[in-house]
């Protein structure tokens, strides 16, 4: 039997940062166990927008840490990582957009991240498809982009690797085995391993494993989606970002294409004990019920992007974000566990926040206080919750639907 200071569970960008943290804090051995292959389940089927500022002010400190480690793992494995500095339009066409915008160009300046006020011209010449008309504000964020996912999570992981991590894909965690309420180490099929500290990084599954634990943590699988048009120069190449929260959508250029995501009004949500262990056996839209849900979206996206009604869209990419009642994120000690870490719920934000989440989560573990101000997400924010309940799944879809629209999410309930 192996024993480690630290295993993590969960080979998607969360696992895989944390584990780049750790090692770059000469933590101890480390070792990751992912159920399948390293990046197969969320993190390569979102759309990566690092969008640094949101009406979710608790996030941003985070976010601007991958930013910065973007950055850094370029410089350390001496290659591109994928990150497109396009920039990001953020769109207001009505008074409460308006004034999100506002607070946002003020939580900007907080940061020290750049924000310019542009005219509806300016942003006509950046973004050759939009619809000026109804717009009554745009903020511009330079420094703002997207980023390949798939990639971003494996510059983790091999820079991990490299320092000296164990990166063991194919090794489900079946059990947590506490002792004396403190963490003492996994099982898997084949074996029994113990270590000093836990982190369940094991997204849409999170609960479940935290469960075995004795505190499923408050987070619900929620669909996300969005579609792809086929290439057509009229888009305008590599352009900014777009956010479109009078509408609930967002556009990002794809390969000479336009990706268009919608927050639905209704997004379904799903009973994590009914999820199969591999994403490649489960979709979360059935049959052909997406085009429904774009056609719904289509008025309101219309005022901004009228082209939506000729556009020719080519794929559908949908996937389970792990939401939350208030938007945040799940992220610290779980209760009654001495030495067990979550680093889950992350809203549909994982990818933009992964660097700031792998941070703190490696002070924790280190037994030092996190170098941010994570109190909002603590696990236990909610006390104790059915996250299985169609009750609590539906408070975590309402959550998701009002992402970007700017309603205040349900905060605790104790
Ligand atoms: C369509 C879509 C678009 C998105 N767009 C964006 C975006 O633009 N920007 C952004 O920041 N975020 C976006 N997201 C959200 C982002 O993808 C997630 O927040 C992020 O990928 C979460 O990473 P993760 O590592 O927690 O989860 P995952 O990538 O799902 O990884 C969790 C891993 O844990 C493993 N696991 C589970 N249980 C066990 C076990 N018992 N033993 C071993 N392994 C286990 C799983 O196999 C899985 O590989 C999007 C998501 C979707 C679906």
Not at 148 to 159: E, I, K, T
Request: net charge negative; glycine share 10%; proline share 6%.
């Amino acid at each position: 039997m192996k024993t480690y200071d630290h295993v993590i569970v969960g080979g998607g960008i969360i696992g895989a940062s944390i584990a780049y943290h750790l090692a770059c804090e000469d933590a101890g051995s480390v070792l990751l166990l992912e159920r399948n292959e390293l990046a197969s389940a969320a993190s390569s089927r979102a759309a990566g927008l690092i969008l640094q500022v949101s009406t979710n002010t608790a996030k941003t400190a985070l976010i601007r840490r991958t930013c910065s480690t973007i950055q850094t793992l370029s410089e350390e494995l001496g290659e591109d990582v994928g990150f497109h500095a396009v920039g990001s339009l953020r769109l207001a066409a009505s008074e409460a957009r308006v004034r999100d915008l506002e607070d946002m160009a003020a939580e900007a300046e907080c940061h020290g991240i750049p924000f310019e006020w542009l005219r509806a011209e300016d942003a006509e010449a950046r973004v050759p498809w939009l619809d000026i008309s109804n717009l009554s504000k745009v903020g511009f964020l330079p420094t703002d982009g997207y980023v390949d996912p798939y990639l971003l999570s494996m510059a983790y992981a091999r820079a991990a690797g490299t320092r000296g991590v164990e990166l063991r894909p194919r090794a489900a965690v079946e059990d947590i085995i506490v002792s004396d309420g403190a963490v003492a180490g996994v099982t898997t099929a084949t074996e029994r391993i113990e270590c000093g500290s836990v982190i369940d990084a094991a997204g849409a599954w999170a609960a479940l494993l935290s469960a075995r634990a004795g505190f499923p943590l408050p987070m619900a699988p929620v669909r996300s989606h969005y579609w792809i048009t086929k290439p057509d120069p009229a888009y305008g190449g590599d352009h900014p970002v777009v956010t479109m929260p009078d509408a609930g959508a967002y556009t990002r250029p794809d390969v000479g294409g336009l990706l268009l995501g919608i927050q639905e009004r209704h997004s379904a949500t799903f009973d994590a004990r009914d999820l199969p262990g591999d994403p490649n056996e489960f979709s979360p839209t059935v049959g052909d019920a997406h085009w429904d849900r774009l056609a719904e979206a289509a008025a309101g996206v219309g005022r901004f992007f009228p082209g939506i009604h000729e556009a020719q869209f080519a794929n559908y990419i949908a996937g389970l974000s792990a939401y939350t009642p208030d938007g945040k994120i799940v992220l610290g000690p779980v209760p009654n566990v001495r030495g067990f870490l979550a680093a889950a719920g992350c809203c549909g934000s994982g990818i933009a926040l992964s660097a700031g989440i792998g941070a703190a989560i490696a002070d924790l573990a280190l037994g030092r206080d996190a170098r941010f101000d994570i109190d909002a997400f603590r696990p236990d924010r909610f006390g104790t919750v059915d996250p299985f309940s169609l009750e609590f799944r539906d408070r975590c879809a309402a959550s998701r639907a009002n992402k970007s629209r700017g309603a205040k999410p349900a905060g605790p309930t104790v």
